[in-house]
């Protein structure tokens, strides 16, 4: 399996950010990561699809979407027939807030932005029309200061939208993901030491000394996921990172990832994905470049 390439900004040391507008009339940017963090606005793109990490989504006439450091991702023409699709793609490093400013109380929601970012978010059109006078204002302005502070106030308004969802499974995208409960990072430790295994939830109930029928509602409530959509998108993650990293056949990739047969693997990730295993693959194959 080749490898996925490696792009190199143009942000440099000197820069907060780099935001370069662009329309074009197709999408021929091969799949790709790099380390900056990026925020990525498309429009006139009907038809487009994204591919970040594990997710592949077709796109509506707009797209917004903010990505962490190294996570894979590209837009691609599939059914779009736009021939003037607007791009501003921003690229900032991680850098620009130490941990202690995104320690600071104000800089909470922020902080909790660029955390969730490390899977990707893709943004609702609640939330692209309440921060879409402000990109267009940034895209207008001439760099220095006070461009700076326009493009912090668009990190702090969609750092407040609750209009989005993310994208890659934290398996695949390596994201390290730190709950606010001592208890469910226990759970979360076992369940990725042994997602190849049958997990009982009243072993998971065990480790944190409460009965499976509590244990459910406080996961629930801790990660607005129950249990075992938990233990499937972890097992999805590893799947779809085997799929994209190897050449191992798809029915031993459903059994080494805790799936008990290959009929259920492919219905779930066909589910999950909106491709089966072999599409999924596939997909990923077209978009390698060996560099």
């Given at each position: 399996?080749?490898?996925i390439i490696?792009?190199i900004?143009?942000?440099?040391?000197?820069?907060?950010y780099h935001l370069v507008?662009?329309h074009?009339?197709q999408?021929?940017?091969?799949?790709h990561?790099?380390h900056?963090?990026?925020?990525?606005?498309?429009?006139?793109?009907?038809g487009?699809?994204?591919i970040i990490?594990?997710?592949?989504?077709?796109l509506?006439?707009?797209?917004?979407a903010l990505l962490?450091c190294d996570l894979?991702?590209?837009w691609?023409?599939?059914?779009c027939?736009?021939?003037?699709?607007?791009?501003?793609?921003?690229?900032?490093?991680?850098?620009?807030f130490?941990?202690?400013?995104?320690g600071?109380?104000?800089?909470q929601?922020?902080?909790?932005?660029?955390?969730?970012?490390?899977?990707?978010?893709a943004f609702?059109?609640?939330a692209?029309?309440?921060v879409y006078?402000?990109?267009?204002?940034l895209?207008?302005m001439?760099?220095?200061?006070?461009?700076l502070?326009k493009?912090?106030?668009?990190?702090y308004?969609?750092?407040?939208?609750?209009?989005?969802?993310l994208l890659?499974?934290?398996s695949?995208?390596?994201?390290?993901?730190t709950?606010d409960s001592?208890?469910v990072?226990?759970?979360?430790?076992?369940?990725?030491g042994?997602?190849?295994?049958e997990?009982?939830?009243q072993?998971?109930?065990?480790?944190?000394?409460m009965?499976p029928?509590?244990f459910?509602r406080f996961?629930k409530l801790r990660t607005?996921?129950?249990?075992?959509?938990?233990?499937?998108?972890v097992?999805?993650g590893?799947?779809?990172?085997?799929?994209?990293?190897?050449?191992?056949a798809?029915v031993?990739?459903?059994?080494?990832?805790?799936?008990n047969?290959i009929?259920?693997f492919n219905r779930i990730?066909?589910?999950k994905?909106?491709?089966?295993?072999t599409?999924?693959?596939?997909?990923?194959?077209?978009?390698?470049i060996i560099v």
């Amino acid at each position: 399996m080749s490898e996925i390439i490696t792009e190199i900004t143009r942000l440099t040391e000197k820069d907060c950010y780099h935001l370069v507008e662009r329309h074009k009339k197709q999408h021929t940017y091969p799949l790709h990561h790099h380390h900056e963090m990026e925020i990525n606005f498309v429009e006139n793109c009907q038809g487009n699809r994204r591919i970040i990490g594990d997710n592949i989504e077709v796109l509506g006439n707009y797209d917004l979407a903010l990505l962490g450091c190294d996570l894979e991702h590209t837009w691609e023409q599939y059914e779009c027939t736009s021939d003037d699709i607007r791009e501003i793609t921003i690229h900032f490093s991680h850098e620009l807030f130490s941990d202690d400013l995104l320690g600071k109380t104000h800089m909470q929601s922020i902080a909790e932005l660029l955390k969730r970012s490390e899977q990707g978010i893709a943004f609702g059109m609640k939330a692209i029309m309440h921060v879409y006078d402000r990109i267009n204002e940034l895209v207008n302005m001439e760099p220095g200061f006070y461009s700076l502070i326009k493009f912090m106030e668009l990190l702090y308004e969609l750092s407040l939208c609750d209009d989005y969802h993310l994208l890659a499974t934290s398996s695949f995208s390596h994201a390290n993901i730190t709950p606010d409960s001592r208890r469910v990072q226990k759970v979360k430790e076992y369940i990725d030491g042994h997602f190849r295994e049958e997990i009982h939830l009243q072993d998971l109930a065990d480790i944190v000394s409460m009965t499976p029928t509590a244990f459910s509602r406080f996961f629930k409530l801790r990660t607005s996921k129950n249990i075992s959509e938990y233990i499937i998108d972890v097992r999805l993650g590893y799947a779809a990172r085997l799929l994209v990293d190897s050449t191992m056949a798809i029915v031993e990739i459903c059994y080494r990832c805790g799936f008990n047969n290959i009929s259920n693997f492919n219905r779930i990730f066909k589910k999950k994905r909106g491709c089966t295993p072999t599409e999924f693959r596939e997909n990923y194959q077209k978009k390698h470049i060996i560099v």
